[in-house]
Each structure stands twice: as C-alpha cells, then as structure tokens.
C-alpha cells in the first residue's frame, strides 16, 4: 500500500500547502504514484494545481460525510502521476456534522483505504487548526511532516502538535511517525533565520531534514499559476529544494533507486 504523510501544523502560514503540492509534484516527477489530499476548506491545493474551488461538484467532504466512492472522486491533473482529491468550502461544516457519527475519527482513513493500493505515496494537506478534520488525517497517515517557518514564533504551538500527535498515536493511530520537521521560508541573509535553523536542530536533531526549504519568488508566484513549481522553473531554488526533500524522503524510506536518483531534466 502507498504511504500516507500528513503536511501538518495548526499554526497558519508556515508553508504546509506549498510543501504539499511541490513534494507530490517531486514524488511524482520522480515517478512515484502520488495522490494529494486537500483536507483544508480553504482549497488551496485544490486552486494551486489549476481547479476552481467553486466548480468542485464532489470533494473529500463527500467522501467524509456522505460515503460517496473515493475512486469517483478523485481528479487526473495535468501532470504525469499526480492526481488531487479536492476539497470544497463544505469542509467547513464537515466538523459539526461528524459529531454524532460513529467512528468519526476514522472516517479519512475509511475513505482511504479503497484507493491506497493506486498509489505509491497519498499526501494530505491538513488545515492549519487541531479539529477533527486534522485528527481524521493524522489517523488516516502513516507519518507527519511538520512545516516550521524559519521566522520569529517558529516554535509557537509546536508543543500542543506534538501533544496531540502523542494523543493520537496512544489512542487511534499507533503507527503513527514523525517523518520530519521541515524548516520553511529560510533567508540566509537574515541572522534570525539561521538563529531558528539552529534552535530548531539543537532542540529536536535527527527529526529535522537536511532539506531546508528556502524564501523564493517562484515558489510564491506558482499557485496564481495553478501549478507546482517544478512546472514553472523546475531551475529555481523553490523547485530544486523539494526535489532533495522528495529525494531525502524516498531514500529514508528506502524507495530511492538509481532509476529515480537522476531527477528531472
């Protein structure tokens, strides 16, 4: 079965969705089978790889709520392996109306399960909140990559993630790992920058990616685009920066061959 990574950090801005679309781009131009997940109402995974939010007729909150096939819902993107189960602005209320649903926690990765075997990795773009639509993803994933901006506040709420993540693994997902945390919006000009970098490695170590993912106009220009990077540049920092996370990643979990090591021309 393809593995499931949660991009998740309830703290808005730290660059969750942008590590969503351009790691599945990576994985998929590394020819691995990726499926992106938009579990946050705000749909911008959907918009950055080129759909209108408003023109979604079925999205994950369908297969949430209302237990439509998760198979019909997914859509082709433009781009060789990757496909995006959409998400709409219904999402919002998903939260309310699973409350009284039995097993609510497990209603992701109920949806996931009929379509894990398509895929070599399914990449969930969680909302930046600890509500029940981010525990669904958590629950569904096999692992968590936390996205932490190289800026002041850095570590705010990274604690209360961490705690919830423990939650998570004692009472519904045991298998539940930390892929990584993955520094964000670095600025080698700025003293601050290399001050988080070096804070965040001291304080959590072998967790941190190599990888560190650095400020880049084109990586901030390619949503309007509604495409990844890699489309718009594959030369930019933005684009080369998630290729070696894709790399970093495959070769962590052992997927990396010599086949693959050759990246993009």
């Known amino acids: ?11 808005g801005g730290v ?7 351009n790691l599945a781009a990576s994985l998929a131009a590394l020819e691995f089978r990726t499926l992106i997940i938009d579990a946050d109402p705000q749909a911008n995974s959907t918009s950055g790889l080129g759909f209108n939010p408003k023109e979604i007729e079925y999205s994950i909150y369908e297969c949430m709520v209302e237990g439509i096939r998760t ?7 433009d781009f060789p392996n990757l496909d995006l189960l959409p998400s709409h602005i219904d999402l919002v209320g998903a939260e309310i109306e699973m ?4 097993n609510r926690e497990d209603r992701m990765k109920d949806s996931m399960d009929t379509i894990r075997d398509d895929y070599d990795f399914v990449i969930i773009d969680c909302s930046p909140s600890l509500g ?16 932490v901006q190289c800026e002041y506040f850095a570590l705010e709420g990274l604690g209360k993630l961490l705690n919830t993540i423990t939650i ?10 930390i892929e990584g945390i993955l520094l964000t919006m670095y600025d080698l ?25 650095p400020r880049n106009v084109r990586l901030s220009e390619s949503p309007s685009y509604g495409v990844p990077v890699l489309a718009q540049d594959a030369d930019s920092k933005g684009a080369i920066s998630y290729l070696n996370l894709a790399r970093e990643i495959l070769t962590k979990n052992g997927l990396l061959s010599q086949d693959h090591s050759v990246g993009v021309s």
């Open 132 to 147: 029940l639509i981010t525990i669904n993803s958590l629950t569904a994933a096999d692992s968590v990559i936390i996205p």
């Open 1 to 11: 079965m393809g593995k499931v990574i949660a991009i998740a950090n309830q703290k």
């Open 99 to 102: 409350i009284n649903l039995k």
């Open 71 to 77: 198979r019909d819902i997914i859509i082709q993107t």
């Open 189 to 213: 000009r700025l003293r601050l920058s290399n001050q988080v970098v070096n804070e965040v490695t001291t304080h959590f170590q072998s967790l941190v990616f190599d990888t560190i993912i």
């Open 168 to 177: 998570i693994q004692s009472r519904l997902n045991t298998n539940l790992a």
């Open 15 to 21: 660059g969750k969705t942008t590590t969503a679309i």
